[in-house]
């Protein structure tokens, strides 16, 4: 049905793009049906290959079958088993209720596909990042062009696969490659550009969507904080927290960036934590190397990069509590976790992506707020309390695109709730309800009756007559 692209000249994506741009205008009035019917045979391919989506992940970067089954494959099948089960309620028009001053008209939203969209994925998560996004423009009507990353190049092919198996160019299509393929893309006056990555290349991304007047959406990154208060349950906090922190080895965009503990307890939490490291992934290096159930960084420049953070913490006086073992060859890097933190390090500066956990201790609750809000806004704040005033003063005294209480990454897995960043972490809200709405034009529509009604008698010329009514209406409307 389908082919990919690779080296593909601009006249060819011109012929691409402009039968996109002519489908796009015939799905405007494509009905329930035909996307639920496009939305089943994803599910069904997803079915079939399910052995296949967990061994391209796997050849990309070792990633553990199960945790491809958690992580990647799970997250797709949530989305569209919503989108089945609410796309006709998602694409009926609402009704918006009349003020007085417009008796006689009717108002309502009509939900149209914005048209032609640019997905554009990243690496760490490149089956779920890729086809999530997928799912929402297909609900909502729209034509979508799909780049994958090229650092992951098995998860990418097999994504072509899916899409040559399932959908014609016009309505579908994969390009494959590098910055190259990605800048021309970004060239084209596409209806909304869906963005995945890293706050730098999101920058460059909204750059060339204004050239066109594009929408977007900007899912980044980011400092991303844990807050422990005093007197919670250490192991439990220490068990998610480990799992949120190091699977996919901390290559994860919502990953706490940084942990800040109660002073009170941090030896008997460290103490906690490292037990439950260690028991999901193996303290022993060698082991750890083998372990099924740890995968590895995604390639020597983002190792070399952690490296790099790691040496300069410890050159400015942080010390590794645990882990730090790295074997190169093998793209292994054990997860670790440092205290003696301060802000000159590099780590405290950027987004770490990768298994380091630096520890910052407190005494009052207040007294992180600073240090939370001195720093861009974050994708995700977790907050481990009994209190429900603490819950309330974070809230209300910092901002980051999410917030999860008691738990570590799982609101992304709530697709019920809009999931997104703010500022530099990232705009505009996806997943479920949100994700059809991103690829939507909320089109208002008023309709009013044939005839006289008070806004025509309000036309000029302004008689006596028109400036009595105006003078009573404006009295009417400082009275209300």
Known sequence: MNQSFTGVSTSRIDEFFSSQEKQAIKLRSSTREERSEKLMRLKDWIKTN???????????????????????????????????????????????????????????????????????????????????????????????????????????????????????????????????????????????????????????????????????????????????????????????IAFGKFMNCGQTCIAPDYLLLHESQQDLFIQELSLQVKRMFSSNPKAGALSKDYGRIINSENLDRLKFLLNDAQLKGAKIIYGGKIIENELFMEPTILEGINDEMLLMQEEIFGPILPIITYNQIEDIVNLINQKPKPLAQYIFTKENFVVDFLLKNTSSGTVCVNDCGLQFMQNKLPFGGINQSGMGKTHGYAGFLSFSNEKSVLKQRVGRTLPKILYPPYGFRKIKITQTLMNWLFRK
Request: charged share 20%; hydrophobic share 40%; proline share 5%.
């Open 50 to 240: 399910q052995g296949e989506i967990r061994k391209a992940i796997y050849a990309d970067f070792k990633k553990p079958a199960t945790e491809v089954d958690l992580t990647d494959t799970t997250f797709v099948l949530l989305e569209i088993n919503l989108a089945l089960k609410k796309l006709a309620q998602w694409m009926a028009e609402k009704k918006v209720s009349t003020p007085t001053h417009m008796l006689g008209s009717k108002s309502f939203i009509h939900y149209e596909p914005k048209g032609t969209v640019l997905i554009i994925s990243p690496w760490n998560f490149p089956f779920n990042l890729t086809i999530g996004p997928l799912v929402s423009a297909i609900a909502a009507g729209c034509t979508v062009t799909i780049k994958p990353s090229e650092l992951t190049p098995h998860t990418s092919a097999l994504i072509r696969r899916l899409v040559e198996e399932n959908f014609n160019e016009n309505e579908v299509a994969v390009f494959e490659g590098g910055q190259e393929i990605a800048n021309l893309l970004l060239s084209k006056p596409f209806d909304h550009i869906h963005f995945i990555g890293s706050t730098n290349v999101g920058k460059m991304v909204m750059k060339a969507a204004s050239q066109n007047l594009s929408s977007v959406t900007l899912q980044l990154g980011g400092k991303s904080p844990i807050i422990l208060d005093k007197g919670i349950n250490l192991r439990d906090a220490a068990h998610k």
